[in-house]
Each structure stands twice: as structure tokens, then as C-alpha cells.
Nanobody, 119 residues
Framework: QVQLVESGGGLVQAGGSLRLSCAAR??????MGWIRQAPGKEREFVAA???????VYADSVKGRFTISRDRAKNTVYLQMNVLKPEDTAVYSC???????????????WGQGTQVTVSS
């Protein structure tokens, strides 16, 4: 069982930045990532990182978001820059052995954190 705890959401103006954190309560080498869901929309894959540091991003966030991993702290970060109103969503941390292929499905989820970008 992998317990994930997110932090770092909030309200920011367009063009601003936020950093999300996801701490795994137990040591885990599973791929971890972020999935978001806006009101009335389906889940959307944002980014994922594996134990070696290999990363994958959605086209919509490439060049603006950076995912990183501190293995000693069992924590994954999502640095979000140049935020846009369309980035507004609940961002959830996820961990799954097949996260790179399953994208929006995962065995383990955090509770989610709200990110709101005002125009």
C-alpha cells in the first residue's frame, strides 16, 4: 500500500507559478505522476517520472511544467510556470507500475489539491 499526500495548490494569476508536492508515506520505487481533472471534463494526464528520472509530459504542459523526484524524501514535485486559466483543475498525485502507459489510471492516488488560475 502506498499512501500519497499532496500539498501546494492554491490560487494564482495567469502567468504565475505554483509548485505541487506529493509525499509517499512509504518508500516506493513506482513511477509517480500527476493527473488533473477540471469541472465537467475527463481526467487528463499531466506528467510522470520513473525511479531513474525519466519523464513524460502532456503536450499541453510541455515547456511550462517540470516534474522532479527526490528519492531520499520519497517526494515528487510539479513545478508549474506560466500558468493559464485552462490549467485550473484538481491535481492528483498517482503511483502505478504502468503509469506511463495507463496515464489516467493508477493503483494509488492522493487526495487531490485544487489549482485555480485567474485571468
Amino acid at each position: 500500500q502506498v499512501q500519497l499526500v499532496e500539498s501546494g495548490g492554491g490560487l494564482v494569476q495567469a502567468g504565475g507559478s505554483l509548485r505541487l508536492s506529493c509525499a509517499a508515506r512509504t518508500s516506493s520505487s513506482l513511477p509517480m505522476g500527476w493527473i488533473r481533472q477540471a469541472p465537467g471534463k475527463e481526467r487528463e494526464f499531466v506528467a510522470a517520472i520513473d525511479w531513474s528520472g525519466y519523464t513524460v509530459y502532456a503536450d499541453s504542459v510541455k515547456g511550462r511544467f517540470t516534474i522532479s523526484r527526490d528519492r531520499a524524501k520519497n517526494t515528487v514535485y510539479l513545478q508549474m510556470n506560466v500558468l493559464k486559466p485552462e490549467d485550473t483543475a484538481v491535481y492528483s498525485c498517482a503511483a502505478d507500475p504502468l503509469l506511463f502507459t495507463r496515464r489516467t489510471m493508477a493503483a494509488y492516488w492522493g487526495q487531490g489539491t485544487q489549482v485555480t488560475v485567474s485571468s
